[in-house]
């Protein structure tokens, strides 16, 4: 399987910097499965080609294979070594890491230029045809040249899945590289190893940024991982979308449309119509994340201040980035605030807030440091309305292989009457009264994915 990469970009041989890989050098990779061997087909000035082939080793190659997915005639008689799938892309994952990365200390700044780029892929296999390659890159903005292989046209093989691909576009080589990495193997619809836990961390960085809001994100998260449904789960939930703020005019979505809607995107909508339907004047975000919440919040006049909490640096940052704070205007400007801090402290500057909202936030800490929580929310900013969401743990039964909790980070996951336990009691230590509700399609027996309690503070 082969991989080229050329540029006009000026000068061309710019690339070299970008893919750390020196135009005078052949190098070769053990990838684990084979060797991947890297050149330049050509090195100029006004045009630059680096091409990357993979040759796989057979032996090693079923020595890999996972034998209860494979009869033992397919293991050797197949079309693995000659595609570009996932092997290609955990050979660029090895060989091209900087430059997926957005790593270039020599010329740093050629990380953030969109240059002109082509692609040549030999052989993509495609389930679906010629409609899928174009349907996952073009809405990228890739030109797309898609020619068909004819295996054996004596033997009638004339028509199969796999294609010849070139594609076009200008963009950062970074961002295309990570398209490659997750689509290839999508359009494949198979992986060569066991998918787990740490391909859905694996999608969603290389699908930062561009995955959540390509119209066919739904299938590509499937095809990636195997169309494992918990893992499907786990990745759709937490895709962020990138698409634009929401105007507060938008016209109501109909059931069908709320029926596609992700688990995630129904709980921030249903914490935010809990919000709204309070007097509430300012609000807290604890635990904000990449700022979806606040981007809901903000387009809504009834909150004259709002303020956005975060343990971690980098989501306040992708927040500040997907808010466009600095594009703002200056009114929203005002209202809105992010600030860095964790709800495992007093902090004067939670204080004085008409409602919070923490969302799938108890369970990233420890059941034992709860209750600084409890005193730091309900006691020292003591909002008159608090909402407060979790998975439901009862409905993991739903899928057959979950195996854990639904994240990884997660300490705990409560049953429908635990989290009700924990909630009465704080709402009476702390002079609150309790309501809950699910959220999700319930299922009759486990109930609904998510579930929510609203505190409301008694005068």
């Not at 061309?12 to 061997?37: C, E, I, S």
């Not at 975060?310 to 400007?333: F, G, P, T, Y």
Request: with cysteine.
């Amino acid at each position: 399987m082969l991989l080229k990469i050329s540029t006009t970009h000026t000068p061309a041989t710019d690339l070299g910097y970008l893919l750390h890989k020196h135009p005078d050098r052949a190098q070769v990779f053990d990838v684990g499965f084979g060797d991947a061997h890297v050149f330049y087909t050509e090195a100029n000035d006004m045009r630059t080609t680096a091409a990357m082939l993979l040759d796989v080793d057979p032996v090693r190659l079923v020595r890999s294979l996972d034998p209860k997915h494979s009869a033992p005639l397919h293991q050797y008689v197949n079309d693995r070594p000659y595609v570009s799938s996932s092997f290609m892309s955990v050979a660029m994952g090895r060989v091209f890491s900087t430059a997926i990365s957005g790593i270039c200390k020599m010329r740093p700044e050629l990380v953030e230029t969109a240059i002109p780029l082509e692609f040549s892929v030999d052989v993509v296999s495609a389930r679906g045809g010629e409609g899928a390659i174009r349907g996952f890159f073009e809405p990228l903005g890739y030109t797309v040249e898609v020619q068909g292989v004819v295996l054996d046209s004596e033997l009638g093989w004339e028509h199969s899945s796999h294609y010849h691909l070139s594609l076009s576009h200008t963009l950062r080589l970074s961002d295309a590289l990570s398209h490659l990495f997750v689509l290839l193997p999508a359009l494949d619809d198979s992986k060569h190893y066991y998918v787990a836990d740490d391909e859905v961390e694996k999608l969603l960085r290389h699908g930062e940024g561009w995955l959540s809001a390509h119209p066919q994100h739904e299938e590509i998260t499937r095809r990636y991982l195997e169309r494992r449904r918990v893992l499907v789960f786990k990745a759709l939930d937490r895709l962020v979308s990138e698409d634009e703020e929401r105007d507060s005019e938008a016209p109501a979505v109909t059931p069908a449309e709320e029926r596609r809607k992700s688990l995630h995107d129904q709980r921030l909508d249903r914490v935010l119509e809990i919000l709204v339907s309070s007097p509430a004047r300012s609000v807290l975000d604890l635990g904000c994340g990449e700022g979806k919440l606040l981007r809901r919040l903000v387009t809504k006049s009834q909150f004259q201040r709002i303020l956005g909490l975060d343990v971690s640096h980098k989501s306040l940052e992708i927040a500040s980035r997907r808010l466009r704070l600095n594009e703002m205007s200056n009114e929203r400007q005002d209202r809105l605030q992010l600030v860095h801090g964790s709800l495992l402290y007093r902090d004067k500057r939670l204080e004085g807030f008409d409602a919070a909202a923490l969302v799938e936030v108890i369970e990233h800490l420890d059941e034992a440091r709860l209750s600084t929580l409890e005193r730091n929310v309900f006691e020292f900013s003591r909002p008159g309305t608090v909402v407060v969401t979790t998975p439901n743990v009862e409905y993991n039964a739903v899928f057959a292989d979950m195996e854990g909790f639904r994240h990884s980070d997660h300490r705990f996951e409560w049953t429908r009457a635990e989290f009700e336990s924990w909630a009465k009691r704080v709402a009476t230590f702390y002079g609150y009264s309790v309501e809950f509700e699910g959220i999700g399609e319930p299922h009759e027996e486990f109930g609904a994915p998510s579930q929510a309690a609203v505190f409301r503070r008694d005068v």
